[in-house]
């Protein structure tokens, strides 16, 4: 049965070793069955992270099913009822690190593909694999690697389906359709040190920063749009001062992030933040990082395909959602304009005990397998 099969090789790569970025061995187990289904397997690896990209086919549209098998540490395997890398049933749940984010997706991303193309061997278009070992990391060797490499040689997708788990309460009731982007800034604040009985002597940079930072913190910078919130601007850490009670501090250290939506750029909020503490008369320096560029998939194919499918398989009427942190969705969107994210029950990831449903595995095989069908037969 497709459901035993998502479950067995769910257990199988569960029980790889795959500490970012480190893959394990997980990508042998799939590249060996990709390979069994007529793909044409290659990898890209970069840096000792480990990247797959396999593709059966050459026509459009070209489908792609995304994810990355790398997870983060288990944390205290004492505090763990079962080995993390012991793949456990228990009560109807699947334990292990991975279990949820995102091996269970692998796994129902393959044995959706096997039977929609023992169905459909000679289907319509495209189909791919992009995997990683270094999405849960500094994520700079992964996808964005694969990326690179695709975007020189001309080969673009049309729609892309990472595995990241966005279910909320349960199997198929959020479809992440975009990401904000992320802006970090660090800024220093410049003053003059002193005794502190001596204020006239010396200049304090908080005080001196305090009515930018207030500004900065209320500013309303965008509206957002019907489907993400107006962007945010919330500081990380602040630091000045030696420590001792009697010194007025000679600087002053801010670390600060912008969630940003598609209402803005990342040069209009530099733009605007520069303004602002240079209305304010300080003296500073700023240093700017993208971490990560906003993307968007509105109302389209690959979004009506999966809202029926969902529908189709489970009932459930499921929500388009842009919250949460960043994904690689961030990088394959340069490539491909219709990019969502489908997956399991997300309470658990990152946490002691990660498990899945072992019902869930099926269901999300079923409904991988029947976008495929829509959008490639």
Known sequence: MPGDATLDL???LIACCSITPDDGGCMPIIEARLKRMGFTCEYINRCGVTNLWARRGSGRPLLCLAGHTDVVPTGPRDQWQSDPFQPTRRDGLLYGRGAA??????????????????????????????????????????????????????????????????????LGDTIKNGRRGSLSGKLMVKGVQGHIAYPHLAKNPIHLAAP??????????????????????QISNIHAGTGANNVIPGSLEIQFNFRFATASTPNQLQMQT????????LEYELAWTLGAKPFLTGRGTLVEASLRSIREITGVEAELSTTGGTSDGRFI???????????????????????VEIASLAKLSAIYRRILEQLLS
Not at 212 to 233: H, K
Not at 274 to 281: A, K, M, W
Not at 333 to 355: F, R, T, Y
């Open 10 to 12: 769910s257990e199988q």
């Open 101 to 170: 984010d995102m091996k269970g997706s692998l796994a129902a991303f393959v044995t959706a593909s096997e039977d929609f193309i023992a169905a459909h061997p000679d289907h319509a278009g495209s189909m791919a694999f992009l995997l990683t070992s270094d999405e849960e990391g500094d994520a700079v060797d992964g996808t964005v690697a694969v990326i690179e490499a695709l975007a020189a040689r001309g080969e673009a997708m049309d729609f892309c389906i990472i595995g990241e788990p966005t279910s909320l309460t349960q």
């Open 212 to 233: 930018a930072i207030a500004e900065l913190a209320s500013r309303v910078w965008d509206q957002g749009n019907e489907f993400f919130p107006p962007t945010t601007w």
């Open 274 to 281: 520069v303004e602002i503490l240079d209305r304010h008369g």
């Open 333 to 355: 969107a340069d490539l491909c304009p219709q990019v969502i994210e489908i997956g399991p029950i997300n309470a658990s990831i990152h946490k002691i005990d990660e498990c």
